[in-house]
């Protein structure tokens, strides 16, 4: 690239500036090479003009493209010089708020000098086994590669924390400790991490100070070594420090403080524990107040101190120790007080006697007071053969006197470095390590100490280390590409550090100088001007001849690119041209376009105007026009006008005057014939009085003459009757008598049965009729729907839609016309049975009844309202029952953090050799799935499933497959069964119900009807259960056949012959049986209705002797009625026929009505869809279809992978079976191989369960007290949750209650003592054992809360039996209150619930960020990735089988399978809520964290994706009814997240619109989003400032938490609602699988 390509028009430089420093311009005009002057335009649009020369005015810096602008790497910028990296920095800082950035494998901070929310708990989790390019630069980051790095490398690592003084070091390292500390925790419970941590407080109090540019800066340099363990977990550390400014204890500048420690303990002076100290105020001393501020701005020194003493506390300093600690620091206080005096010859000094400081000193440290008197003013100087002691002038006892306090304090420090070591060091065997340096900062004053001089050189080591490794590791990628190469020999800093190390440098001549005897700063200056004044890197100053200059921190970086293996390797400025070449592609592009649209806009505008002066001539002759013909039409209107208005007047006079004389007549002819009318109404009326009196009179005599006869009648009738009942006394009591009722009752059966058959035929016919409706129906429904595609081809509204309609109104009328007709039918058969008077007596009943319910209304009504003001009070109650029910699992949970580290602690003596707990195990867990319900409740049932295990488990597998199918069939059968019988339960049940709401009148006269209903369901459900226990003996004598015939034969052909045959034997015996049964279900009913009926006469005979004259009907008239009865019976039958044919009419209709509906819907839907992209343009229309072809696409795939999932799932399960099947079989033929070798025969041995007679049983299970242990170990420790899915769900926890019942009852409290203390702590160590199976928690979580509930359930307690049955009432405990074993358990239940929440996270964290943000749900936005984004490369090398990427489907299998797993083991819906609750919960945290932390995805694409994947986990819970356990609730920061992505970010209305609907989300959040949305493309604009600025002050009012991130860990309380059981324990089974036979049913 030369020049002239480079520095052309509208590319954009950076010029130096006093002010600016840099300053940002546009070039006008293109230079050429050569030229002296470059035209530039500023951004304020001022010009200028840039000179330019070969050497002393150099070409300007070119600035990157504003898509590089912002990158979170520098080594992605495509020019990195100074002013590209320093505005990078400062785009980053000042407007993304990012401290963090990296460069290649350095990561660059800038200190903000505040406190930050970004070091939480929550963004180490975030951060935690992620690589170092996938998210946001952070510390954290470096750290976890560095970790990663010593795992996977197996290389020790380290950490190296430069820079200059306040640039946030110290704090840096702190944070990479932190995070080792909680990734890296000790897997025993020694807390290694915290006593690291623990070390902090007490070095930053013994090493740090506030210097001018820093409140806590480290004045010594620190090296620590984190120690590993082979399994990564921290066993020890190990610290070294460097450099000790200990001339600080001494010397302060000004605004500065001496080392932390001793304002902390001159601020705690006035505690009792140090009055001994005799310390005061830090301004009383000298060493702390040279500086002249002993403050620092909110930093409390005495709270301080109380931190730094806890840390010495934690790491084992004993109080005696931190005594002598503090008293040695106040001994250096007080000796900085002691003054010093001169003598008068100026050669020697005194101390004053009074001096209480040096009392203090002295008292302090021991030491004799007159010794410190004398060797304070005096020195020793041994010579070879004697010793002189010399006086010294206070000039050099001022200075002994300071080098003492400094020589002190040194040792002092080593010393609490070497306790902390000792502390910190560990027995175990290292096997790796990572190192943090935390080095002293660099600086560059005026006048530099030399400590500073040693920190300046220690850091040009460190420089001098870091150039030699990145070039290494630059030359290394260059090998690895392939590329030609040749090792560079890149300039380094050698000279500078020769400089002052070397053989006669300047730390060589200072050695020399200080051992000549009178050695002086002038003779070492001179030595270092005459040796040292060739070097480049030496200065004399010009004014001085006591100092020198020292220049360091050289650099320079090679321009080289080439052609690698898989790499393109630029040179600087190569992406930056590519960039220019496209965008002044976009530009002549953009200017083509705009000349060819506005020369069509022209075009448009000319056509315009000359329409419009066309049609405004048109209209303006038009107007004249019709002027004129306005006025003729005026004309003619006028004549018209006048000549009907005389023509109406004339006609109104005629009227008016013909309307007079009509009116007269008619009055006068009215009045008379009023007349004539009044007189034939007098006539009328005499003439119906006469008639009414004759016709009473004659109704009179007839009463009377009838009374008369009706007496002689009954007189005579009485006499024939008692002759008649004497004589069919004797005839019933013979025996030809009931054979002559039977044969009538067995005629009048064949009668009924006939007619059955001809209603049975109608019926056929009617569903023939049927049949054809339906299909017509079809046929109707096909052609709507031909119908609605010819109207969607052809976009036309209205016949089609019309007649569609009207084919609806007219089913609608046959619908109507059916249920009208279906009602007249029910009236009909209602008005036979009611009369007039009975409906009055229901009307009154129902009214007095509707009084009642009305006053109960009011009084509700008045209770409600009385308690509303309770009811707000309330809601605030509840919330403080919120908080004090999570602080109370918070420390339940502690409680159980503590115990299991006590149980580590017993097991870790017991055992000898270390096992860690961190390592993770495959889950062996899969998805059992059956095809079979929960059986019934009843003990045969149960029984029967039982004994089918046990025979299985006794005959063998090769047996007990042969006749696997033909169980599954007859209990398929039995279950059916089982159906029906319920079914009829209920019809019975709804019959009774309906006889109670009838009058007395109604009852009597219908009570012979329910009689029979009842009969004849008592007599079908007896024949069901009859039929269930044949079906089973025919299943036990099948099974014996089978097996003997597989013994006998040898053929298993023969086997399957013999097998068919009895199959089919039984598939017909069970058709003739369902034929058979109804016929005798009839007889029976109406053989028992006759019985009853003959009963009730005989009950009434004697009423009827004693009362003859209440008895008016003839005895002949039994018969008749028995005939009636059976016609009402079969009247029932067919009206219960009819109903279940009309309501399968209507059902059917309905269906029909829903298909038509939704067919209509779908027709509006097309004809919305079709009406708004008639609204749209041609391109979104194209667009819209698009879309929606997607949408449909997308859909449809979703849809067959499910389908392709079920079915490989199905064809695993079949492949599976089928081996078995396989294995089975050719076991089989194996054994009857080995049998016919033998010649035996093998002998079936199945143990028969011996079937009790049912006996009353009282919900008790009776058990020696030595079998406890054995009821422990088979119920708990042992057990399985598979081995019970087949019963009821808890069943152990039902068995455990009914043997504490049975305790109970026995008044024996030692029992139920040991019973409930043994199940707890079983439960405890079988979860303990199994602490990372969820289905083992959720099995013991469902049956320990069913414990509890049992326990409250049956206490006695009133508040907890209101639901109780009467039965469930009586198996209350009797003697024993458990109220305390209840707390026990609950407590047990929280914690068990704590830790499935735990493991069910621990599976589905590696699967939400895959899931929710990596993976591509929706195949659309595949390919669509933000621009100007480049990921590091990962720290992990991976291969094809790299980590594995999940899917949501993946996470939303994972979530069903935990519900499906708490479902199957009972546990209740309101806990599986909750789980389901807090899992949901941790999903967004981790999302919302993700999506906070990482720039790449904050696009509008993982917008739509993220929106896309909620939606299907609401769909999830919606489809497992799990939508009001407020799961969903916890979603909606990452919906609003996803919908801030997706929305406009411009105007000031859009802002609005994000505050209004971003409510879940902080101020902080909102903001991070906003940094870090990301463009997809080069056309789509960047969130600017100001419109993240306007955000914020719309958002000022809100109070959010100053966290940015969600806290991970955070747990709702958890809450166990009462949930009795509707078992009855009494209908409890145990299976004999469970092998508790030593356990007696009381």
């Known amino acids: 690239m030369s020049v002239n390509e480079l520095y052309t028009k509208f590319t954009r430089v950076w010029i130096p500036d006093q002010d600016e420093v840099w300053k940002a311009a546009e070039i006008n005009k293109d230079y050429k090479e050569g030229e002296p002057v470059l035209h530039l335009q500023l951004e304020d649009g001022t010009t200028l003009e840039y000179q330019v020369g070969p050497k002393s005015s150099p070409l300007p810096f070119l600035r990157n493209p504003d898509i590089l602008v912002g990158e979170n790497d520098l080594t992605a910028l495509s020019y990195l010089h100074e002013p590209a990296v320093l505005h990078n920095l400062r785009v980053r800082f000042l407007e993304s708020n990012h401290i963090y950035t990296y460069c290649g494998i350095v990561l660059v901070a800038i200190n903000p000098y505040e406190q930050l929310q970004i070091y939480g708990e929550e963004v180490i989790t975030a951060y935690s086994g992620q690589n170092m390019g996938d998210m946001d630069p952070h510390i954290f980051a470096v750290a976890e590669e560095a970790y990663k790095q010593m795992a996977r490398d197996e290389r020790n690592q380290s950490i190296i924390v430069s820079g200059e003084s306040g640039a946030g070091k110290t704090v840096s390292a702190k944070y990479a400790m932190r995070f080792f500390a909680t990734v890296g925790g000790s897997s025993s419970d020694a807390n290694v991490e915290e006593k690291v941590l623990a070390s902090n407080p007490i070095m930053e109090a013994i090493g740090n100070a506030k210097t001018t540019r820093n409140d806590n800066s480290s004045r010594f340099g620190k090296y620590i070594q984190i120690v590993f363990s082979r399994h990564y977990h921290i066993i020890g550390a190990n610290m070294r420090t460097y450099l000790l400014e200990k001339s600080r204890v001494v010397f302060q500048a000004e605004d500065e403080r001496n080392y932390h420690i001793f304002y902390q303990l001159c601020a705690s002076a006035s505690l009792p524990e140090f009055e001994d100290l005799s310390l005061t105020s830090a301004e009383d001393f000298t060493y702390t107040s040279l500086g002249e501020n002993i403050f620092i701005e909110g930093v409390n020194d005495a709270e301080d101190f109380l931190k730094t003493r806890e840390a010495f506390s934690l790491l084992g300093v004993k109080e005696s120790s931190q005594s002598s600690i503090f008293k040695v620091l106040a001994s250096i ?136 490794h990145v070039f290494k590791l630059e030359q290394e990628e260059y090998m690895k590409e392939q590329i030609p190469w040749t090792l560079i020999d890149f300039y380094d800093n050698q000279p500078c550090i020769d400089l002052i190390e070397a053989r006669l440098g300047i730390l060589d001549l200072l050695d020399e100088e200080c051992k000549v005897p009178k050695g002086t700063d002038q003779n070492w200056a001179q030595k270092l001007y005459k040796q040292n004044s060739s070097s480049a890197h030496f200065q004399k100053p010009r004014m001085s001849n006591i100092s020198f200059i020292i220049i360091h921190f050289a650099d320079k970086d090679p321009d080289m690119f080439q052609f690698g293996k898989t790499k393109i390797f630029f040179r600087a400025g190569q992406v930056a041209y590519l960039e220019k070449l496209r965008t002044d592609k976009f530009r002549s592009a953009c200017i083509k376009i705009q000349k060819t649209v506005r020369g069509w806009l022209q075009r448009i505008r000319y056509h315009k105007i000359r329409r419009s002066a066309i049609t405004l001539q048109r209209y303006g002759r038009g107007y004249l026009a019709r002027r004129y013909a306005e006025f003729l039409r005026l004309n003619r209107a006028a004549l018209i006008c006048q000549k009907q208005y005389r023509m109406v007047r004339e006609q109104r006079n005629f009227l008016r005057i013909r309307q007079a004389v009509v009116t007269i007549q008619a009055y006068t002819r009215g009045m008379f014939t009023r007349r004539i009318y009044w007189e034939f109404l007098l006539h009328h009326k005499a003439m119906i009085i006469q008639k009414n009196v004759r016709g009473w009179l004659q109704r009179q005599r007839f009463r009377r003459a009838r009374a008369a006869a009706i007496i002689i009648q009954c007189g005579f009738r009485r006499l024939q009757a008692k002759k008649q009942l004497n004589q069919l006394k004797i005839e019933a009591r013979s025996a030809e008598r009931l054979k002559k009722l039977n044969t009538g009752m067995e005629n009048k059966i064949m009668q009924l049965k006939r007619k059955m058959d001809e209603q049975s035929i109608e019926m056929k016919s009617q569903n023939e009729q049927l049949l054809t409706v339906n299909t017509s129906l079809g046929s109707e429904v096909t052609k709507l729907q031909k119908e ?59 009214n007095s009844l509707l009084k009642s319910e009305k006053e109960e209304l009011n009084q509700r009504i008045l209770q409600q309202s009385k308690t509303s003001a309770e009811e707000t009070s309330s809601a605030s109650q509840q919330s403080e029952l919120d908080g004090e029910r999570q602080r109370y699992q918070n420390l339940l949970k502690e409680f159980s953090r503590l115990e299991q580290r006590y149980d580590n602690l017993k097991e870790e003596m017991s055992l000898s050799k270390f096992h860690p707990s961190h390592q993770r195990n495959p889950s062996n867990q899969s998805s059992l799935e059956s095809d079979s319900n929960y059986p019934s409740f009843s003990t045969s049932e149960v029984g029967d499933t039982e004994d089918s295990i046990q025979l299985v488990e006794e005959m063998g597998v090769e047996k007990a497959a042969m006749d696997i199918s033909l169980f599954m069939k007859l209990q398929k059968r039995v279950r059916e069964l089982e159906t029906e019988r319920k079914r009829l339960q209920v019809n019975l049940d709804k019959v009774e119900e309906l006889a109670k709401h009838r009058s007395s009148e109604a009852k009597i006269t219908s009570s012979e009807h329910e009689t029979s209903d009842l009969a004849y369901n008592n007599l079908k459900r007896q024949e069901l259960e009859t039929e269930n226990k044949k079906l089973k003996n025919d299943l036990n004598e099948l099974r014996k056949t089978v097996a003997e015939r597989a013994s006998q034969n040898n053929s298993s052909n023969e086997l399957q012959d013999s097998y068919n045959l009895l199959l089919s034997q039984l598939k017909s015996a069970n058709e003739e049986l369902d034929a058979r049964r109804e016929e005798v279900l009839i007889l029976r009913t109406q053989i028992v209705s006759s019985a009853q009926l003959q009963e009730s006469s005989q009950n009434t005979e004697s009423e009827k002797e004693s009362e003859l004259n209440n008895s008016t009907e003839p005895m002949d008239k039994e018969e008749a009625l028995q005939a009636y009865h059976g016609l009402c019976e079969s009247k029932k039958l067919l009206e219960a026929q009819l109903q279940t044919q009309t309501r399968q009419h209507r059902d059917e209709l309905e269906a029909l009505h829903t298909q038509i509906e939704l067919l209509k819907e779908d027709l509006e839907k097309k004809q919305d869809i079709l009406n708004y992209m008639g609204s749209l343009s041609p391109d979104a229309k194209v667009e819209y279809s698009v879309q929606q072809e997607i949408t449909r696409l997308t859909n449809d795939n979703l849809d067959l992978k499910e389908m392709v999932e079920k079915l490989e799932k199905n064809e695993r399960k079949l492949k599976k079976q089928l081996r078995i099947y396989m294995k089975k079989v050719q076991e089989l033929e194996a054994t009857h191989a080995a049998a016919q070798n033998r010649n035996t025969k093998p002998e079936l041995i199945r143990q028969v369960t011996v079937q009790r007679k049912e006996k009353d049983f009282e919900g008790m299970l009776e058990y020696n007290k030595e079998d406890e242990a054995q009821l422990i170990k088979t119920l708990i420790t042992d057990i399985k949750p598979n081995s019970v899915s087949a019963t009821v769900p808890c069943l152990p926890a039902y068995i455990l209650f009914m043997c504490i019942r049975h305790a109970d009852y026995m008044n024996d409290d030692q029992k139920v003592e040991s019973l409930l203390t043994s199940t707890i702590n079983a439960i405890k160590k079988a979860l303990k054992r199994n602490n990372d199976d969820f289905e083992m928690m959720s099995f013991w979580l469902a049956n320990s809360s069913r414990l509890l509930h049992c326990l409250k359930q049956y206490s006695g307690d009133e508040t907890f039996m209101t639901q109780n049955t009467p039965k469930q009432n009586e198996h209350c405990l009797k003697n024993f209150d458990l109220a305390e074993y209840r707390q026990v358990l609950s407590d047990m239940c929280i914690q068990i619930y704590q830790q499935l929440i735990k493991v069910a996270e621990g599976n589905i964290q590696p699967m939400i960020v895959s899931a929710m943000l990596e993976s591509e749900s929706i195949p659309s936005l595949a390919g669509v990735k933000p621009m100007g984004y480049r990921n590091r490369s990962s720290s992990l090398d991976t291969d094809a089988d790299g980590p594995t990427s999940y899917t949501l489907q993946t996470l939303i299998r994972q979530l069903s399978q935990f519900n499906s797993i708490m479902r199957d083991h009972g546990l209740d ?136 991130l969600v806290d991970t860990k955070q747990t709702f309380p958890v809450l166990f609602p009462y949930s009795p059981s509707a078992l009855s324990l009494e209908m409890i089974h145990m299976p004999t699988s469970l092998g508790l036979d030593f356990l007696i049913r009381v």
Not at 379 to 394: G, H, I, N, Q
Not at 797 to 821: D, K, M, W
Not at 1576 to 1598: A, K, P, W, Y
């Open 788 to 846: 609605l595609d010819l109207i969607r081809g052809q976009q036309v509204e209205g016949g089609q839609v019309l007649s569609l309609q009207e084919q609806v109104e007219r089913l609608q009328e046959e619908l109507q016309e059916a249920q009208a007709e279906r009602k007249r039918l029910l009236e009909e058969h209602s008005n036979e049975k009611m009369h007039l008077t009975q409906r009055l007596e229901e009307l009154e009943t129902e």
């Open 1469 to 1604: 819906p309101e806990i599986v809520g909750q789980v389901v609750r807090q899992l949901f919960y941790n999903i967004n945290a981790i999302t919302l964290n993700n999506l906070l932390l990482r720039k790449d995805i904050c696009s509008w694409s993982t917008g739509m994706q993220l929106r896309y994947n909620t939606s299907q986990l609401e769909e999830w819970l919606r489809a497992n009814n799990l939508f009001q356990s407020k799961a969903a609730a916890t979603l909606e920061p990452i919906i609003q997240a996803a919908q801030l992505l997706q929305v406009k970010k411009k105007t000031s209305q859009d802002a609005e619109a994000i505050c209004s609907l971003c409510t879940a989300l902080t101020t902080q959040q909102i903001v991070k989003i906003l940094n870090l949305y990301t463009p997809l493309n080069e056309f789509e604009e960047r969130v600017t400032v100001s419109f993240i600025r306007n955000i914020q002050n719309l958002l000022q009012e809100r109070n959010d938490p100053p966290q940015l």
């Open 333 to 468: 206080l007080h000796l900085g007080n002691v003054e010093i005096v001169a003598e008068r010859d100026g050669e020697s000094c005194r101390l004053l006697r009074s001096d209480v400081h040096l009392k203090h000193f002295c008292r302090l440290l021991g030491v004799e007071l007159q010794q410190m008197e004398h060797w304070l003013c005096h020195r020793k100087l041994a010579t070879a053969s004697e010793t002189y002691v010399k006086t010294m002038s206070c000039r050099q006892a001022v200075n002994a006197r300071d080098a003492l306090a400094k020589h002190i304090y040194a040792r002092l420090f080593d010393w609490i470095v070497e306790h902390i070591n000792k502390v910190l060091q560990t027995s175990s065997k290292q096997h790796s390590f990572i190192g943090v340096l935390d080095i002293y900062g660099f600086e560059t004053f005026e006048v530099n100490s030399f400590e500073q001089f040693c920190i300046n050189y220690a850091n040009e080591k460190l420089q001098q280390q870091f150039n030699s």
